[in-house]
Every structure is written in structure tokens, then in C-alpha cells.
């Protein structure tokens, strides 16, 4: 793109300003800030106007598989899981491209020390859980890592000074997500730098088309893998190619599941399962209405009582089929570091604009079936998004010592 065409498209657009600095530039950076320009999806932008427009379905709720259940058929569940992943139909896949901003680590949020006397890291921690499975059956996973644009090279290093944390680094796979750009309220595209676009990680719903774009799928099919274990980095109790949780999800025929903890109370902050005109939907807490948070059945049980962990089993053939429909942007008020109209850089303390987020939450939407999968909170829901209170470092460790991990 030239930066004739650039002035033009950014005049339709109302986002001229984001050339101000160009003549300080040297050409180096005049060429990467007009590839991020050609690079940009505007219809992005769109997002902060149809998010407000945004309606949900009818919600109704969504059956689980729930412990005493599961606790009578763990041996059938289990062997069925492991005799799939003997077969090699399992891979896994770890999203780590986040920016661990409420943490305040500005490094991966995997290679942050979890350990107190001894150097075990968030990744270590998670990689310990998948030896237990790969070790009970005999045979290794192939886990794919998502990393962004602002923390591969750090996360990739990590991994090599940590020797891979003990695994076979034959079957480890990095692909990085997508960017998208981030906006003041008034929908002006920030600046980082004079000559770079503010940017952050397009969220945790690209992960398949960025898996695809690295050439990765392909790899999955060569292998013969049908089945894909997402989850999040955070979660330092997270199992990871849970045996059970795999053959209970393939005797049920369904495209997937997802494992659930029970609420503590109404208004506890997770995403619930359930259903939406008749797919299976994640509402999230912030959307539900009292009557949704405060129902209750027969039994007095809330009606919508099971919230996701962000750890899900997909189909990869039901994954292949919805590819190409669009998945929504979500709109996310954020604090994000730009540069004013001096050129000074501002850092700041409060939320002031939005970035463009599109969730693993909404491919759960496009399936025509999921398995609820209900699994003992204090067992594998160590969730670490902030330094101290609730799911925290602190409430992460306490949790880990109760299971028995040696920090
Ligand atoms: P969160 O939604 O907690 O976001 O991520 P975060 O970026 O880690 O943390 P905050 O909100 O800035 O404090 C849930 C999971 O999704 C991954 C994260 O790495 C984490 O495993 N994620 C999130 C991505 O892989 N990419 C993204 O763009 C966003």
C-alpha cells in the first residue's frame, strides 16, 4: 500500500490521524505502518455498534453428566479415553496468546513462578498434569501452544531453557493468533508508537483459524487425531486429556463438551452452559438476569448451575464445518497504552477505550450439541487472573497445597 492510497482509505474511514507522525518516520517504519493499515479488518470497528444491538435466543437450561454419574461410570468413561488417546486422537491445545493484564506480569503468564521454595512455573505445572495422563497411557500428546505476536519469543525460550518441562519437545507445536486493533471511545484507532498501531491479541476465539493458517490442521489429520483438548493457561489445576472426560463425551455422540463446576452462590462470576434456541450456549454472568441467577428446580438447585472453566473437548470434523461462519466480536472496555496528540506516551489508570475480542464461548454457540461435563471445583479449578484475592496467586496456591503439589 502506498501512503496515497493509506491517505485515501483513511479519509473514507475517519482515521486520518493515525498518519500524523508519518513524515518523523524512518522508511522502515513507514512500510510496517502501512502494512498494519492494509493489514486491518475495518469492519471490526462495526463491532462497538452491533454489540449494542446484540439479543440472545430463547435460553433454556442444558442437562450435564454430573458426579455421582460420572463417579459410577469412571471406568467406562476412562477406558474409552484411554483407548482413544492409545489410538492417537487426541491432541491438545493450550491458549496461551492472552495478556495476563490483571496479573500485571509482563511476561507469559505460563512463566510466571507459581512455586514458593522451588522455580515451578504456571507452563511446569501444566505440563506435570498432561505426564500424568501420558503416562498412564503409555503413549504422548501432541499439544499445540497458542502464543500472540507479543509474547512468542519469550514463551518459545522459556520452553527450551525449560527443557520443555520434561516432554518430548517432537510433540510440541507453537502457532501464534491474530491482532486486532484496539480504539479510543469515540472509535478512533490508538497509536502505540509513532508509527505502530496500538494491538493486542484478537482474543481466545481464533485459535482454530490461526491453527489452520500455521498449516497446523493438516498436521492434526496426518496424525489422525479427531479429537482437540482446548484450555486455558491459567487454571494451574486444569487436566489435561482427562481420560474420563474424553470417553464420556464420545460415548455421548455429541460434537464436544465442556468441563463445568458447580456455583458457590448466585452470583458467582462464571460463564453458565445452557441452551440457546436449542444450541448449546455459555451466558455470561454478566448477562444473565436475576430470575437466570436466582432460579431454582424441584430439588432447590439453581436451574443454571454449572460454569464453564475454559476447558473444552471439540470433535475436530464439527470444528472443520463451522470454519467458515463468522464468529461474533465481542467489544472489551480495556486500559490501553497509547500515544497523545504530542507524541507523549500515556499509560493509563483507568479504562479508555475498547478492543475486538472474539471467544471460544461462541463456537460452543455454532455446534448442535455439547456435554456439560461436571468435575469437583477444589480438584481442577485453580483459576490465576489476579496477584492476591479471588483467583489469585494466593488463592492458587492454597489450592495446589491441597492437592498435594509441592511449591
Ligand atoms: P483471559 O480472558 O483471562 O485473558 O484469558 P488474559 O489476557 O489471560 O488476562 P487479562 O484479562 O488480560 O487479565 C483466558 C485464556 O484465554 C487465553 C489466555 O491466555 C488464557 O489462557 N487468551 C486470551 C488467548 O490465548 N488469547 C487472547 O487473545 C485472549
Known amino acids: 500500500m502506498t501512503k496515497e492510497d493509506a491517505d485515501q482509505l483513511l479519509r473514507e474511514k475517519g482515521q486520518e490521524h493515525i498518519l500524523k507522525f508519518y513524515d518523523e518516520l524512518e522508511d522502515e517504519q513507514k512500510s510496517a505502518l502501512l502494512q498494519q493499515i492494509a493489514d486491518l479488518d475495518f469492519s471490526l470497528l462495526d463491532a462497538i455498534r452491533d454489540s449494542k444491538e446484540a439479543k440472545r435466543g430463547v435460553i433454556e437450561p442444558l442437562g450435564a453428566v454430573e458426579i455421582p454419574e460420572i463417579e459410577e461410570r469412571k471406568e467406562e468413561f476412562t477406558e474409552e479415553g484411554l483407548k482413544a488417546i492409545r489410538e492417537g486422537k487426541l491432541a491438545a491445545v493450550l491458549l496461551a496468546g492472552g495478556m495476563g493484564t490483571r496479573l500485571g506480569f509482563d511476561k507469559p503468564k505460563g512463566s510466571f513462578i507459581i512455586g514458593e521454595t522451588m522455580e515451578l512455573s504456571i507452563f511446569e505445572c501444566l505440563f506435570h498434569n498432561l505426564m500424568e495422563v501420558t503416562d498412564m497411557a503409555g503413549v504422548l500428546i501432541p499439544i499445540y501452544v497458542m502464543t500472540s505476536e507479543k509474547n512468542h519469543e519469550d514463551t518459545v525460550l522459556f520452553f527450551e531453557e525449560e527443557n520443555y518441562f520434561g516432554y518430548d519437545p517432537a510433540y510440541v507445536h507453537f502457532f501464534t493468533q491474530d491482532m486486532a486493533?484496539?480504539?479510543?471511545?469515540?472509535?478512533?484507532?490508538?497509536?502505540?508508537?509513532?508509527?505502530?498501531?496500538?494491538?493486542?491479541?484478537?482474543?481466545?476465539?481464533?485459535?482454530?483459524?490461526?491453527?489452520?493458517?500455521?498449516?497446523?490442521?493438516?498436521?492434526?489429520?496426518?496424525?489422525?487425531?479427531?479429537?482437540?483438548?482446548?484450555f486455558a493457561v491459567d487454571n494451574v489445576l486444569q487436566r489435561i486429556a482427562d481420560p474420563a472426560f474424553l470417553g464420556a463425551v464420545i460415548l455421548s455422540g455429541k460434537d464436544?463438551?465442556?468441563?463445568v463446576v458447580r456455583k458457590v452462590s448466585p452470583d458467582e462470576r462464571v460463564g453458565v452452559l445452557c441452551s440457546e434456541d436449542g444450541h448449546p450456549s455459555i451466558v455470561e454472568y454478566y448477562e444473565m438476569t436475576e430470575d437466570m441467577r436466582t432460579l431454582k428446580d424441584e430439588k432447590g438447585e439453581l436451574v443454571y448451575r454449572f460454569g464453564v472453566i475454559l476447558n473444552y473437548l471439540f470433535r475436530l470434523e464439527s470444528l472443520e464445518e463451522i470454519m467458515a461462519k463468522h464468529l461474533s466480536v465481542h467489544v472489551v472496555e480495556k486500559k490501553i497504552p497509547y500515544i497523545d496528540d504530542e507524541g507523549t506516551p500515556v499509560k493509563p489508570e483507568e479504562p479508555n477505550g475498547y478492543k475486538f475480542e472474539t471467544l471460544i464461548l461462541d463456537m460452543i454457540h455454532m455446534m448442535d450439541s455439547n456435554l456439560p461435563y461436571e468435575v469437583v471445583r477444589e480438584k481442577e479449578f485453580a483459576p490465576v487472573k489476579n496477584l492476591h484475592g479471588v483467583d489469585s496467586v494466593d488463592s492458587a496456591r492454597d489450592l495446589l497445597r491441597a492437592n498435594g503439589v509441592k511449591l
Open 256 to 259: 464436544g463438551g465442556s468441563k
Open 181 to 230: 486493533p484496539a480504539v479510543d471511545y469515540d472509535g478512533k484507532l490508538l497509536l502505540e508508537e509513532k508509527g505502530r498501531l496500538a494491538t493486542s491479541p484478537n482474543g481466545n476465539g481464533g485459535w482454530f483459524s490461526s491453527l489452520y493458517k500455521a498449516g497446523l490442521v493438516e498436521d492434526l489429520h496426518s496424525r489422525g487425531v479427531e479429537f482437540l483438548n482446548i
